[in-house]
């Protein structure tokens, strides 16, 4: 049987305390509290507190509800669960998780499996560059994008042949796939070189010609940097096996 206690709480008459203190009363001592008085007594008939001569509120008890001493079980036992069918993959001091049935993300693919998803990986790409080139058509863009590529693959390749007959230990490097060190060989080039002209020759005939003095703008070096970088990422899936092939090109510091 829990035990009931009444708690009444002190009496303290403050407006008393301050006319004694101004008649110059002395001050109350221990024996001038004695009238408030704090009372625990079990169960309901309670003492009230002593009565200053004032109307008092309705004092209401107070249940206090002991705890017991022993702690209350709050992780089951084993034995309060039925006996599971599935298998074990977790033990919690006795407490175990059964295995989620499903699909499992965790099997490895077999070698059948990686080469379909590679062959749908390429053709994905393959369609997307013939998207944005479908979309360029003869634009203005697209024509000059295709005159820049077409000087860098040229100028490429015949560096790499003046090197090698330098040095016969020089090993030939193609201009594909696009790197940014690559580049930025045939924009040291570009950025010393003179402007060349286009001269009509008769009906047919075109000569180019260099305009010694000058050289290449700032905006001509974007545009030529702009062009690079988009045959870059459009061609840059061909070429998993070459890391730099897939760093942009206006991140190289250079």
Request: overall charge positive; hydrophobic content about 35%; glycine content about 4%.
């Amino acid at each position: 049987m829990i035990a009931q206690y009444t708690f009444w709480p002190i009496q303290c008459d403050l407006q008393k305390l301050g006319r004694e203190a101004r008649s110059k009363a002395a001050m109350p001592t221990l024996t001038a509290w004695q009238e408030f008085t704090w009372s625990i007594q079990p169960s309901a008939p309670a003492l009230s507190p002593a009565r200053s001569g004032k109307r008092h509120k309705k004092q209401h008890p107070v249940q206090v509800i002991p705890v017991p001493q022993q702690p209350l079980a709050l992780i089951p036992q084993p034995a309060a669960f039925p006996q599971s069918t599935f298998a074990p993959i977790l033990d919690l001091g006795g407490l175990t998780l059964p295995r989620v049935t499903g699909p499992s993300s965790s099997e490895t693919p077999t070698d059948a499996a990686r080469a379909t998803e590679q062959k749908l990986w390429v053709e994905t790409h393959q369609n997307a560059a013939a998207i944005a080139e479908e979309r360029k058509g003869k634009t203005t863009t697209a024509q000059v994008y295709g005159r820049w590529l077409k000087d860098y693959e040229f100028y490429f390749t015949n560096y790499q042949v003046q090197r090698s007959t330098q040095d016969p230990d020089w090993h030939q490097l193609p201009p594909m796939p696009i790197t940014a060190t690559k580049v930025m060989v045939f924009l040291q080039w570009c950025m010393t070189r003179p402007q060349k002209r286009k001269r009509q020759n008769g009906e047919a005939d075109v000569e180019t010609e260099y305009i010694q003095g000058t050289n290449l703008g700032k905006s001509s070096i974007q545009q030529i940097i702009s062009a690079l970088e988009d045959h870059r990422k459009s061609t840059s899936f061909r070429y998993l096996g070459v890391p730099e092939a897939q760093i942009p090109l206006r991140t190289d510091i250079r």
